[in-house]
């Protein structure tokens, strides 16, 4: 590959050592469950989404689900998610028993559309999740009237948006609680799998911390007071994580000016649509997503030169053989989106000929169609 989608190495090189260290003083201390490691971090990633608790959990889909089942959401309860994410959003709502209901997205950013939202409110809605898709954050002044108003939580999952700002505040910091992922690939990612909810509600994360070590109680170590799980962000990865988190700002600026560099040199053609902007966001891209009526031939065009891509998502939730009791709901933008979005290289240390290589193959491959 010229050109590939994400390339961790060059992304880890220049934190090789510190990286290694942590691996060494953990491997001293025996950190590997628990311990100062991931309590420090917790209390690092909390003041970084502006929130006043954070509880490290195994993974993103795990930390999703566990705010579900803190906030009691289960049988008999719907939650709307939007039709364009990650399957891991409507899977946790499956895997605490409640129902997922499927919204569409909005045409200019593909997330979900408050609009929509409002419309799909039922007496058994109890959730509807704010996913900040490609590091875009959700409008959540329109969003949270529109959960206000109808008495139903809002839940963000920022797994693809950590930093990302909305009118100023991390996402992270507006619903009742936030879940994070940090898989290598995310814009802060761990050295394996990682999550974290975070929130300003003591008591929802004294019971997602329960529920997420076997129910256990606070206080008397063998007392089970529910049936948990066991759902740990353990030593070594939290190291990784308060390393990686000291550079995530400069990352999420590098991304910024990656994507400048792709909007200058594609923005201006007509059969290129790139996401679009709204004056309150402040966006991290995760994925640097752009659409065209020709999307398999571009991606196939650019495979043969060595420009490797993603898609992120060819298949809308509602239509995944997973949730074919949902088949014959319609949401025309998302599924016209799943045909066009192409997502190009994106990482932060990107250079400037990687950019220019990219783009001049776009530009070749949508030449030969037209
Ligand atoms: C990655 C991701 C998740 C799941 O996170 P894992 O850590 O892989 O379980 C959930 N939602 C979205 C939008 C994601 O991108």
Redesign the pocket.
Known sequence: MRVPFLDLGRVHAPMRDELTDVWWTVLRQSAFIAGTFTERFEEQFATYCERRHCVGV???????ELILAGLGIGPGDEVIVPAN?????AE?VVNVGAVPVFADVDASRLLIDSEHVSQLITGRTAAVMA???YGQPVDMSQLTAVAERAGIVVIE????AHGARWRGGRVGSFGAAA?F???P??NLGALG???AVVTDDAELARRVRSLANHGRSQDRHHEHLVVGRNSRLDGLQAGFLSVKLRGLDAGNALRRAVHSSYELELGQREDVVMLGKHEAAEPVH?LEVIRTSRRDQVRAELAAAGIATGV?YPIPCHRQPAFRSHAQVQLPVAERAAREVLSLPMFPSLTPSDIAAVCSEVIAALEVQA
């Open positions: 195994a993974n993103g889909t795990d930390a999703i994410t990650f399957i891991a959003t946790a996913v900040h898709l999952d920022a797994a693809q879940a992922s940090f898989y690939g995310k799998d990682g999550g995760h992120h």
